[in-house]
Each structure stands twice: as structure tokens, then as C-alpha cells.
């Protein structure tokens, strides 16, 4: 039985639970170890800005450590993507890993104008299939190229954007953005 995802317990915490998130969608509930979502929150939430988010820095640090993790039967492969490499093509490294049973921590433009990490699951011709962790009261404003998702299921993708916008270099929200800024980290078992 895989644990339901999880929403966000407060404003920048959006990397660490979609890290535990991806993990929880590789990995049945009773099997991935405390010590596991422990070191998650340890080594994120190291930016002292106003944001109190997670830096790439932390988010290659806990790559690392993910990587050398091996604990009953839990192996996990994380790679940290950044700039050109984070891209959605058809045939290109991220799509291919997911049609393999991966996960991916993408950060896209928010709302506000800061980073944001969502759960990327899956890709269609059309479309990006993601949890968001971030609860919003209201919706976001409404848009033909996001969809929340109603009703939302636990385990299931919440949100769906147009890969057509996802892509976009700009700096909108719920684009991938500049590729400066752009980065990812792929999950697999």
C-alpha cells in the first residue's frame, strides 16, 4: 500500500514534501524507513532568505546521500538535473525515465514569483501530470493551460499543465522558466 501524498505544512516547504511525496510514490508505505524522510527535511530547508526555501546546493547534497542510502531493500537513484537538461522532450532524459517507473521533482515558476517543487508523474502528448503539495484555498486563477484537478485523489496527479507551456522560458507561473534557473531531480527505485 503506497501512503497518500501530502500538502505542504507551511510556505517554503514545497521541496521537502515533494521529495517524501516522490518517495512515497516509489516505495510502499511500511517499507521506506523513518531515517529516510529524517534526513529529507535535515539537509532542505537551508535557504535563509524571506523565501526559507531549499537551494540546489541542498538538493544535490541530498542526491547524494539518497544515492548511498541502503537500507532494507530500499535502493533509490536520484539525479540532479539543472539548465538545458531539464527539459520535457518526447524522446529526452525526463520523459524516458518516467516511462520506466520513475518520479521527478521539477521546479516551476510560482504565482508569487519564487520557485515552487512539484511531483512530476507523469507526461502524455498533451500534458504534465503533477501532485502540487501547495494547499490553496482557492483555486488558482483559472487558465487554459493549468487544470487542478477535481475531485483530488491522494496518490493521484492534482494538477495537469500543458507541456507547451511548461516549457516556456519565461518567468510565468507554472513554466519551467529561464533554463539558468531551470532544475529537476529524478527519483527511480
Given at each position: 500500500?503506497?501512503?497518500?501524498?501530502?500538502?505542504?505544512?507551511?510556505?517554503?516547504?514545497?521541496?521537502?514534501?515533494?521529495?517524501?511525496?516522490?518517495?512515497?510514490?516509489?516505495?510502499?508505505?511500511?517499507?521506506?524507513?523513518?531515517?529516510?524522510?529524517?534526513?529529507?527535511?535535515?539537509?532542505?530547508?537551508?535557504?535563509?532568505?524571506?523565501?526559507?526555501?531549499?537551494?540546489?546546493?541542498?538538493?544535490?547534497?541530498?542526491?547524494?546521500?539518497?544515492?548511498?542510502?541502503?537500507?532494507?531493500?530500499?535502493?533509490?537513484?536520484?539525479?540532479?538535473?539543472?539548465?538545458?537538461?531539464?527539459?520535457?522532450?518526447?524522446?529526452?532524459?525526463?520523459?524516458?525515465?518516467?516511462?520506466?517507473?520513475?518520479?521527478?521533482?521539477?521546479?516551476?515558476?510560482?504565482?508569487?514569483?519564487?520557485?515552487?517543487?512539484?511531483?512530476?508523474?507523469?507526461?502524455?502528448?498533451?500534458?504534465?501530470?503533477?501532485?502540487?503539495?501547495?494547499?490553496?484555498?482557492?483555486?488558482?486563477?483559472?487558465?487554459?493551460?493549468?487544470?487542478?484537478?477535481?475531485?483530488?485523489?491522494?496518490?493521484?496527479?492534482?494538477?495537469?499543465?500543458?507541456?507547451?507551456?511548461?516549457?516556456?522560458?519565461?518567468?510565468?507561473?507554472?513554466?519551467l522558466g529561464p533554463l539558468k534557473t531551470r532544475?529537476?531531480?529524478?527519483?527511480?527505485?
Open positions: 500500500m503506497r501512503g497518500p501524498f501530502r500538502y505542504q505544512a507551511a510556505g517554503g516547504d514545497c521541496f521537502p514534501t515533494t521529495m517524501v511525496n516522490a518517495l512515497a510514490a516509489l516505495y510502499p508505505f511500511p517499507r521506506l524507513p523513518s531515517l529516510v524522510i529524517q534526513r529529507v527535511y535535515q539537509y532542505a530547508l537551508d535557504d535563509v532568505s524571506l523565501s526559507c526555501g531549499t537551494t540546489d546546493d541542498a538538493g544535490r547534497f541530498l542526491c547524494g546521500w539518497l544515492n548511498a542510502f541502503r537500507k532494507g531493500g530500499i535502493r533509490v537513484k536520484a539525479e540532479f538535473l539543472e539548465g538545458k537538461d531539464v527539459s520535457l522532450r518526447p524522446r529526452g532524459h525526463v520523459a524516458r525515465h518516467l516511462g520506466h517507473g520513475g518520479v521527478a521533482s521539477v521546479d516551476v515558476q510560482s504565482p508569487g514569483g519564487a520557485r515552487h517543487s512539484l511531483l512530476l508523474l507523469r507526461l502524455d502528448a498533451k500534458w504534465a501530470w503533477f501532485w502540487d503539495p501547495r494547499y490553496r484555498v482557492r483555486a488558482v486563477r483559472a487558465a487554459p493551460h493549468v487544470e487542478v484537478l477535481h475531485p483530488a485523489k491522494p496518490e493521484e496527479p492534482n494538477r495537469r499543465i500543458l507541456r507547451t507551456w511548461l516549457e516556456g522560458a519565461r518567468s510565468r507561473p507554472f513554466a532544475c529537476a531531480i529524478l527519483l527511480s527505485r
